[in-house]
């Protein structure tokens, strides 16, 4: 049997969620990046056309970047969104045909093509971006090869043409091959953290959750609990004798034992119980919204169960199980207090002859 409670309130965070928070954040922080290339560009384009005389498309392209400008203080007053990489990503789509119909200054306007392609891979991920790039250059070959597209006024030779497609094509592709094996990595990682974090929250032999993941679900219940002023019963139940079961029977049959009392706590709780090994041959069952007198009566029915074991076995092995009940409520002042009022009552049950359960 195990006594002493670790007090500490830990903190337990969820690794997986927290990658997917990353990975929000650093798309968000690429579309920061792509507005700040793109009012750049388009404030150079600008003041190179005021420089050239050309004032309308100066102010269009000074008009766009204010656009972009607004834009980017717009997304840093509203916080990290799953919408900011949709609404960055269309922006710059209605720059970069704009560039493409006008030409931009001199002709350069195609150049910023260069910079769409790695931007809108890293804005949605290899597969969705690779899908946009393609509808993108699609709509793009259409655009220069078409005779007379209405609204191209700027002026490419078929070569140029040609050969801006090829590199449009080529880009997409390889810019797409190394995000996916990024992703590819990501995901390797992602499933060996997940199976760390199963492999951490688990106890080997039985199945059940251990001490640690108890200890995450008391928080967890703890914390919903403040707000919903619910309350939720603990039992902390010690197999009878099991010292003499495994001098008796060996180690081996006792781990047995482990294994069935294990599936019977299992199969006679709730699937949003916490069924777990506290610890040797003790147990631990926590049970949401439920009370001080439904917990005793879900203890005595698994003591129950437990005792039905002993005919399982050839021959036939005394089993048996002694709980101490105890409810957790708001104003419960920590777990820990919660935790050793169930296992004083264990110790009762214990002292009381075993095979029996301790709510009061």
């Given at each position: 049997?195990?006594?002493?409670?670790?007090?500490?309130n830990l903190?337990f965070r969820?690794?997986?969620?927290?990658?997917?928070?990353?990975?929000?954040?650093?798309?968000?922080?690429a579309?920061?990046?792509m507005?700040?290339?793109a009012m750049?560009?388009t404030?150079?384009?600008?003041?190179?056309?005021?420089?050239?005389?050309d004032?309308?498309?100066?102010?269009a392209l000074?008009?766009v970047g204010?656009?972009i400008?607004?834009a980017?203080i717009?997304?840093?007053?509203i916080?990290?969104?799953?919408m900011t990489?949709?609404?960055v990503?269309?922006l710059?789509?209605?720059l970069?045909f704009?560039?493409?119909l006008?030409?931009?200054?001199?002709?350069?306007?195609l150049?910023?093509?260069?910079?769409?392609?790695?931007?809108f891979?890293?804005?949605y991920?290899?597969?969705?971006?690779?899908g946009?790039?393609?509808?993108?250059?699609?709509?793009?070959?259409?655009?220069?090869?078409y005779?007379?597209?209405?609204?191209?006024?700027?002026?490419?030779?078929?070569?140029?043409?040609?050969?801006?497609i090829?590199?449009?094509?080529?880009l997409?592709?390889?810019?797409?091959l190394?995000?996916?094996?990024?992703?590819?990595?990501?995901q390797?990682?992602?499933r060996?953290?997940?199976?760390?974090e199963s492999?951490?929250?688990?106890?080997?032999?039985?199945?059940?959750?251990?001490?640690r993941e108890?200890?995450r679900?008391?928080?967890?219940?703890?914390r919903?609990?403040?707000?919903?002023?619910?309350?939720?019963?603990?039992l902390?139940?010690d197999?009878?004798?099991f010292k003499?079961?495994?001098d008796?029977?060996?180690?081996a049959?006792?781990?047995?034992?482990?294994?069935?009392?294990a599936?019977v706590l299992?199969?006679?709780t709730r699937a949003?119980?916490?069924?777990a090994?506290?610890?040797?041959?003790e147990?631990l069952?926590?049970?949401?919204?439920?009370?001080l007198?439904?917990?005793?009566?879900?203890?005595?029915?698994?003591?129950d169960?437990?005792?039905a074991?002993?005919?399982k076995?050839?021959?036939?092995?005394t089993i048996s199980?002694?709980?101490?009940?105890?409810?957790?409520?708001?104003?419960?002042?920590?777990?820990g207090?919660?935790l050793?009022?169930a296992?004083?009552?264990?110790?009762?049950?214990?002292?009381?002859g075993r095979?029996k359960?301790?709510?009061?």
């Amino acid at each position: 049997m195990t006594s002493g409670y670790d007090h500490q309130n830990l903190a337990f965070r969820d690794p997986i969620e927290e990658a997917h928070q990353l990975e929000l954040r650093r798309r968000v922080q690429a579309s920061g990046y792509m507005l700040i290339f793109a009012m750049a560009i388009t404030g150079a384009m600008a003041l190179i056309a005021l420089t050239g005389g050309d004032i309308w498309q100066a102010s269009a392209l000074f008009g766009v970047g204010g656009v972009i400008l607004a834009a980017y203080i717009t997304i840093n007053l509203i916080g990290p969104s799953r919408m900011t990489p949709v609404l960055v990503g269309i922006l710059l789509l209605v720059l970069y045909f704009y560039l493409l119909l006008s030409g931009g200054v001199n002709n350069t306007g195609l150049m910023w093509a260069v910079m769409l392609v790695p931007g809108f891979i890293n804005l949605y991920g290899y597969k969705r971006g690779t899908g946009t790039l393609i509808a993108v250059g699609s709509a793009t070959a259409l655009i220069l090869f078409y005779p007379d597209f209405p609204g191209l006024t700027a002026e490419y030779d078929t070569a140029y043409r040609a050969r801006f497609i090829a590199v449009f094509g080529a880009l997409t592709a390889l810019t797409a091959l190394l995000d996916s094996s990024r992703h590819q990595t990501q995901q390797l990682l992602q499933r060996l953290t997940q199976e760390l974090e199963s492999r951490a929250s688990t106890d080997a032999l039985t199945g059940l959750a251990n001490r640690r993941e108890a200890y995450r679900a008391i928080n967890e219940l703890e914390r919903r609990n403040r707000h919903l002023e619910g309350r939720y019963a603990v039992l902390i139940g010690d197999l009878d004798n099991f010292k003499r079961i495994n001098d008796t029977y060996g180690h081996a049959f006792g781990d047995r034992v482990l294994q069935d009392v294990a599936q019977v706590l299992r199969d006679n709780t709730r699937a949003d119980d916490i069924v777990a090994r506290w610890g040797g041959e003790e147990f631990l069952v926590l049970l949401p919204n439920t009370d001080l007198h439904g917990g005793g009566i879900l203890a005595e029915k698994l003591r129950d169960k437990v005792e039905a074991l002993s005919g399982k076995y050839d021959p036939p092995v005394t089993i048996s199980i002694s709980f101490g009940v105890a409810e957790g409520d708001p104003t419960c002042a920590t777990h820990g207090q919660l935790l050793a009022e169930a296992d004083a009552r264990m110790y009762r049950a214990k002292d009381a002859g075993r095979n029996k359960v301790m709510a009061v």
